[in-house]
């Protein structure tokens, strides 16, 4: 793209460069030289007062709005035109019949339509997407779920063939975590099993091709569900070499502080945070917390608990073959 000068007809590729050459060659402002020969009459008046308005650049030229307060009437005023073009009120946050036509259009197929408003969907996650694409094509970005008929999510990436649902989680996240394990908990219900990832980067091919392999192979098993007073307990496989676990933990839960005679076992945290216990004399027992990503390995006779800090938590237990081998030294269940 190229930008003329209106003074003396040179052209520059950028308003960068525009700018400079303004300030250097004309000795002018670059409000100067937007006002003498770009300014419209109403350049510089507020949409929604009438009062002045702060310049911002030779692109853009004087702000809309002379204050946040103005600016967001005018976001306000834009609502109500939008619910009275779509569904002929103009408060539609107030008026049943607009909450009857949205489940209508959910009921009928439409939950897509909830999608329509993510315009821009995260760079981590197109990004987790296209990596997912070259493992399974049919998988479908921001893929609506009807839980129930007041009810209807998006999730991130979905799987939809193989219940599978892939979330990338940004740090801003942990702030809406209760509502996030809510919703989790609601799709796991309809059967779907989730893969969550935290953070601002998103994981390589071979660490999220593996994640899914194990996901997989997990649904395609015969597992049995154990219901724990501290959660879900999931064994997915049980052979006479080893045993594979699911441990699902809810919030400020936590397993006995306990050791094992002859079991060998070892962690693998897959979401939420947890504060692990571990030492080899009850009177001297330290911990420290767990983050997603983090494992941990569990010699026999050696003093440990788990508890799930901040949010619910699941991580996978393999371990040598002794079910039944477990010491209970504290329980707060009242175990033996």
Wanted: aromatic share 12%; net charge positive.
């Amino acid at each position: 793209m190229e930008i003329t000068c209106l003074i003396c007809n040179s052209t520059w590729k950028s308003f960068r460069s525009l700018i400079k050459h303004v300030n250097q060659s004309h000795k002018m402002s670059s409000k100067e030289y937007y006002d003498t020969y770009l300014k419209k009459e109403t350049d510089g008046v507020c949409k929604e007062c009438g009062s002045k308005t702060g310049f911002l650049d030779i692109r853009r030229g004087y702000s809309s709005f002379c204050s946040p307060r103005c600016s967001g009437k005018n976001n306000i005023q834009k609502g109500r035109e939008t619910c009275l073009k779509n569904f002929g009120v103009l408060y539609g946050f107030h008026k049943k019949e607009v909450k009857d036509q949205h489940k209508i259009r959910m009921l009928n197929g439409q939950a897509a339509y909830m999608n329509s408003c993510i315009k821009n969907p995260s760079d981590p996650q197109v990004e987790l997407f296209e990596i997912v694409k070259k493992i399974f094509p049919d998988c479908v970005l921001n893929f609506p779920i009807i839980v129930s008929k007041d009810k209807c999510y998006a999730i991130d990436i979905a799987i939809p063939n193989l219940k599978i649902a892939i979330e990338h989680d940004t740090l801003f996240h942990l702030e809406t975590q209760d509502n996030d394990t809510k919703r989790q908990s609601d799709i796991e219900k309809l059967g779907w099993s989730f893969l969550r990832y935290l953070g601002n980067e998103v994981p390589r091919y071979e660490d999220i091709f593996r994640d899914l392999r194990f996901l997989v192979e997990l649904k395609s098993s015969n597992i049995v569900v154990s219901e724990k007073p501290w959660g879900v307990e999931k064994i997915c496989i049980n052979n006479s070499n080893y045993v594979v676990k699911v441990i699902e933990m809810k919030k400020d839960h936590s397993c006995s502080l306990q050791y094992h005679r002859f079991k060998d076992e070892t962690f693998f945290l897959v979401s939420g945070f947890m504060k692990y216990w571990q030492g080899y004399d009850i009177n001297n027992i330290l911990f420290k917390i767990l983050k997603p990503g983090d494992f941990l390995h569990v010699y026999p006779k050696t003093i440990h608990r788990m508890q799930a800090v901040y949010e619910d938590i699941v991580y996978i237990e393999t371990s040598t073959n002794y079910l039944d081998d477990v010491v209970r030294l504290e329980d707060n269940y009242g175990r033996k």
